[in-house]
């Protein structure tokens, strides 16, 4: 559509977001951290990533003023593409309809685009994170049209998967929102070096059969089948392809060892 007419295809996303302006207690945590979601924009097709400091200022701009302003004049569209529960201005009081008969007074188009779903089921960021947060990923999955992901540095941890056999590799995590607790099939890539990716067993949780030592902290720690080397202070990408098994407390450490050891014989299978 923007080739079509000589223009660009840009994006417009707001930071920080709106609900976390109003009411930063009760903002539902992000599925993505900026830099991800201007990498995704761009791969879905966007030329241009147009982020827009969500200020008081902007809050309390008016529906006309906004089109005016920001459509009109910041970004020079031509035209603009929304979704059908789209609003916009003080008070969110502007709707579609009012976009478009403003958008005919500054010469911008306006086209709607229906709520999408998948199997039913609306792809809103809501569902996606009820899916998330119940350890649900394969339903993330399919309402996304990628896999879930986390990322951010690696960092040391207790050192346990090593004298397990299994070393791990410890996420301190950029995001906001975590699976529940559990073991999870899926794959790592590193995004500071080689971006080869690899099949890996990713655990969620507090390490309930070492409780008694202390892990207070949630912990995401990823197993990467095949690899070699060393990847403390490296940045990771993990992404979350099927839900293992619930997280649980083993009598002794043998039987902890022999269950990870299933864990990723399945994920050989799913993953490779």
């Known amino acids: 559509m923007a080739t079509a007419s000589g223009g660009e295809a840009v994006a417009l996303t707001f930071d920080p977001h709106p609900a976390r302006f109003f009411a930063p207690a009760l903002a539902p945590p ?21 982020v827009e400091p969500f200020t008081a200022e902007l809050a309390a701009m008016d529906a006309e003023a906004f089109v005016e302003q920001v459509l009109a004049k910041e970004i020079g569209a031509h035209h603009v593409v929304v979704g059908e529960d789209f609003s916009f201005g003080k008070d969110r ?3 579609v309809d009012l976009l478009k008969m403003l958008g005919t007074r500054f010469g911008i188009e306006t086209s709607v685009v229906p709520q999408v779903t998948a199997n039913g089921l609306p792809c809103s960021s809501t569902k996606i994170r009820e899916f998330v947060l119940e350890g649900r990923v394969e339903g993330a999955r399919m309402l996304l049209g990628r896999d879930f992901e986390m990322e951010g540095k690696v960092v040391r941890g207790f050192g346990r998967g090593r004298t397990l056999g299994v070393p791990t590799a410890n996420l301190a995590q950029d995001g906001e929102i975590f699976p529940k607790p559990g073991v999870y099939a899926g794959r790592a890539c590193r995004l500071d070096g080689d ?30 089948l095949d690899f070699q080397g060393d990847l403390y202070d ?18 002794a450490v043998a039987d902890l060892v022999a269950e990870i050891h299933r864990d990723i014989a399945r994920v050989r299978e799913i993953c490779t």
């Open 234 to 251: 490296a940045r990771l990408r993990l992404a979350f392809v099927a839900h293992l098994r619930e997280q649980r407390r083993y009598a």
């Open 30 to 50: 992000m599925l993505t951290t900026l830099g991800r979601r201007t990498e995704l924009l761009h791969d879905a097709g966007a030329e241009v990533v147009l």
């Open 93 to 95: 009081r502007g709707k």
């Open 195 to 224: 971006p080869t990716p690899y099949a890996a067993a990713i655990s969620v949780g507090n390490n309930p059969t070492f409780a008694d030592k202390g892990d207070p902290q949630l912990l995401i720690e990823a197993y990467l």
